[in-house]
């Protein structure tokens, strides 16, 4: 399965012949990492999946990035300020830092970066750079300008952008892979980070080294493949990969074989059920929406979830952390969704007369068991495709009435669900957009008083319970399987910012 989110989990492994008494030499050295599925572009601005955001991490810069302490750290930028009014930010770009050919990084490359990508076409049903550039000043003469006033380089080493008006979360949105400043040569794309990605084919990339970047790091070579997670046990203790990313959707069994270990992290992943609201369709109807959500909720338990799901899963049906801005107690969301029982009798007719065409991949199959177990009348329709496919139908086609979405979660300021359930959101989708909740979201992104921000959030959660844009199932934490004879752990505790081909290093090195 596939994620659409902001930074994911970075993973790296050793050589399989490094051993503690004879570390190999680090020229030699080749990582071999495993992901349940495939990446697809390998574009900053036409990212849409975990997958090609883990790999493009490695090869791509933005001007700052979450820090290990979850502050703002600089990466393309080595400063910034922010004017009194919080509409302008101005980074002092390091000019030190130099693409994989060798030129230099200038405040240029950003701004030539983002308005390129003003111009392809999106992967996504926004695009992808929209959540936050259409807020900066200018954006709306830019199809006939060509470029965004409110984005200057002001000289080699000054990044000016000015915002329309205050924008509480700038630095966050501005910290992502979509927003990495990138050099195209011919076809290919290339960045300033530790790594060049090289295509062998879509389901293969070789990335070597940035001769240029000076971070340090372990590794000459990257090898990443796709490997199908009912494989990856094999392929583990055959030595044909060394760490097995994404492991949400991997044989946890394999967490007990010798040499083998599972390093679990933090909440990464939203995972809901999203409900086509669009005019026409029966999800069209509020009331079956909090049918729909109420029937689902009664009586589930984690023991409805696959156990190779189920150690990493936290049942939670509202979008927000426990200790997040705009959390609701569990008694106020048990009181919203059980609004839905007054419907639920004339919903499930409504399914018995217009059956709903449920869209689903194989490693969410379980789903739509679950779904028939509880009376939900679903059509000849019905089918499972690859993940790619189900991307299309959530993007463009929005041919379900139901399928399921695994989103990245931002863990800080509570705008990071905007990237979801927005509007104008990077990895939104007209089939969950609910007038109440994107209107509470623009409003939200005005406040500046962070003792408002709480409150405010609050009747989001509630919102979005009512609404019902998706079923929140709950969250899906990082998890990775490794190799513990070759790799060791750079720090005990994984997380969304823990990223790059860094996290780990071979055992003896």
Not at 78 to 94: G, L, R
Not at 158 to 163: A, E, G, N, Q
Request: hydrophobic share 35%; proline share 4%.
């Amino acid at each position: 399965m596939f994620k659409v989110l902001f930074v994911s989990l970075m993973i790296a492994v050793g050589l399989g012949a490094c051993t503690k008494n004879q570390p190999q030499e680090k020229k030699e050295m080749i990582l071999k990492v495993g992901y349940p599925g495939e990446w697809n572009d390998l574009v900053p601005s036409l990212q849409h999946t975990a997958y090609a955001d883990a790999l493009m991490h490695n090869q791509f810069e933005p001007l700052v990035i979450l820090g290990k302490s979850g502050t703002i750290d600089g990466m393309g930028a080595k400063s910034w300020t922010v004017s009194d009014d919080k509409k302008v930010f101005t980074f002092t770009i390091d000019t030190s830092r130099k693409f994989s050919n060798g030129v230099a990084l200038t405040a240029k490359h950003y701004k030539n970066s983002w308005e390129h990508s003003l111009k392809l076409d999106s992967k996504s049903a926004n695009n992808s750079l929209l959540d936050v550039l259409y807020k900066i000043e200018g954006f709306e003469n830019h199809k006939k300008s060509g470029g965004v006033s409110g984005v200057e380089a002001v000289d080699d080493k000054t990044l000016k952008v000015t915002f329309k008006k205050p924008f509480r979360m700038a630095l966050s949105h501005l910290g992502g892979t979509r927003m990495a400043a990138f050099i195209k040569e011919g076809n290919k794309y290339i960045g300033t980070g530790p790594y060049v990605i090289n295509s062998i084919n879509k389901e293969e990339v070789m990335l070597t080294r940035n001769q240029y970047n000076p971070d340090d790091y372990y590794y000459e070579k990257v090898n990443v493949k796709v490997v199908p997670f009912d494989k990856s046990r094999e392929a583990l203790k055959k030595g044909e990969i060394d760490l097995y990313a994404f492991a949400e959707v991997a044989q946890v069994d394999s967490c007990g074989d010798k040499n083998i270990s599972c390093v679990s992290g933090t909440e990464n992943r939203h995972m809901t059920l999203v409900l086509n609201g669009q005019k026409g369709r029966l999800l069209n109807n509020p009331n079956h929406r909090k049918a729909f959500q109420y029937l689902f909720f009664d009586g589930f338990t984690s023991e409805d979830i696959p156990r190779k799901d189920r150690m990493k899963s936290q049942i939670e049906p509202q979008i927000f952390l426990p200790l997040q801005a705009g959390n609701i107690s569990k008694e106020k969301v048990d009181e919203i969704i059980s609004e839905g029982k007054p419907h639920l009798e004339s919903f499930v007719k409504a399914t018995q007369k217009h059956p709903l065409y449920f869209a689903h991949t194989k490693g969410t199959k379980w789903l739509h068991d679950y779904l028939i177990k509880k009376g939900v009348k679903l059509s000849d329709k019905t089918k499972e495709v690859p993940g790619r496919d189900l991307l299309q139908m959530y993007y463009k086609g929005y041919e379900p009435d139901v399928l399921p979405m695994y989103l990245s979660v931002f863990s800080g300021d509570p705008d990071g669900i905007y990237h979801a359930i927005g509007l104008k959101g990077a990895i939104s989708s007209p089939m969950l957009h609910r007038k109440k909740v994107t209107d509470l979201l623009e409003e939200g992104r005005k406040i500046l008083d962070f003792d408002k921000v709480d409150p405010h959030y609050k009747k989001v959660s509630e919102a979005v319970l009512r609404e019902v844009p998706f079923i929140h199932i709950g969250f899906l934490k990082d998890m990775v399987i490794l190799r513990n004879d070759r790799i060791q752990v750079k720090k005990n505790y994984l997380s969304r910012e823990g990223g790059r081909f860094t996290t780990f290093r071979p055992v003896g090195g």
